[in-house]
């Protein structure tokens, strides 16, 4: 009965590989979001998408591509992994855009370390 | 750009010791205000959140806090800690401007010893 999922829980790969997370929200929330989490725990908003329609898109190397299938969906993939890319990603949640809706609901997090 | 500063990087209080931790944000619109809890290991939690209304807010696990708009600060307090409580603990603000945003502290690290 987890609220936010993802998975892997655990990623290490090498230098140019490419990967994907994934995660999945069982809430019936409209809005989804994908946050990095650098080595000192600061975290900073991706993506967002509400109603698998993309809303926020910082900057972020094109490398990352979110996709969201569905809108309890939103996975995140990422080409020719950097070193810089070793951090914990997290996924979120919320009822709807903005304002009071935006309580956000937090997954359990992947830690991507690429060697 | 908008920021969230939380000027206490690491405290370290022993149990029933007082607690306050300090946010302050740079955005001088109307915002939505939360703190949220990262225990060792987990996901984050939200603690509390202020939208309108009362500037002194409780949450979970007997925090609270209290919205100064004059001085652009949203600082959490909990009377009396316990070791439990040792988690990272995150400020984040919802500007008007853009309220599909939630703008990060860069987190405190609490740290309490029995």
């Known amino acids: 009965d987890t609220a936010v999922s993802q998975t892997p829980k655990y990623l290490v790969t090498q230098m140019g590989n490419d990967k994907s997370i994934k995660c999945e929200q069982n809430?019936?929330?409209?809005?989804m979001y994908w946050y990095k989490q650098d080595s000192k725990k600061f975290l900073k908003i991706m993506f967002s998408?509400?109603?698998?329609?993309?809303?926020i898109n910082e900057t972020v190397p094109n490398r990352f591509s979110p996709k969201s299938p569905d809108k309890a969906h939103l996975n995140l993939h990422i080409n020719s992994l950097e070193l810089g890319d070793s951090a914990v990603y997290f996924c979120a949640s919320s009822q709807r855009r903005g304002g009071p809706y935006n309580e956000q609901f937090f997954g359990p997090g992947t830690r991507l370390t690429v060697l | 750009a908008q920021s969230v500063s939380q000027h206490n990087h690491h405290v370290i209080l022993s149990e029933a010791a007082s607690l306050e931790l300090g946010c302050n944000y740079s955005?001088?619109?109307?915002?939505?205000l939360f703190w949220y809890v990262q225990y060792p290991g987990q996901h984050l939690q939200l603690l509390l959140k202020?939208?309108?209304?009362?500037?002194l807010v409780k949450g979970i696990k007997g925090f609270e806090a209290e919205f100064i708009k004059s001085k652009f600060s949203f600082n959490l307090r909990k009377p009396s800690v316990q070791w439990s409580d040792t988690a990272e603990y995150f400020c984040?603000?919802?500007?008007?401007?853009?309220?599909?945003?939630?703008?990060f502290g860069t987190g405190t690290r609490l740290q309490v010893f029995p």
């Open positions: 984040a603000v919802n500007p008007s401007y853009n309220t599909d945003k939630l703008i």
């Open positions: 202020y939208f309108s209304g009362d500037p």
């Open positions: 955005y001088g619109g109307t915002v939505n």
């Open positions: 809430l019936g929330h409209d809005t």
């Open positions: 998408y509400n109603n698998k329609e993309l809303i």
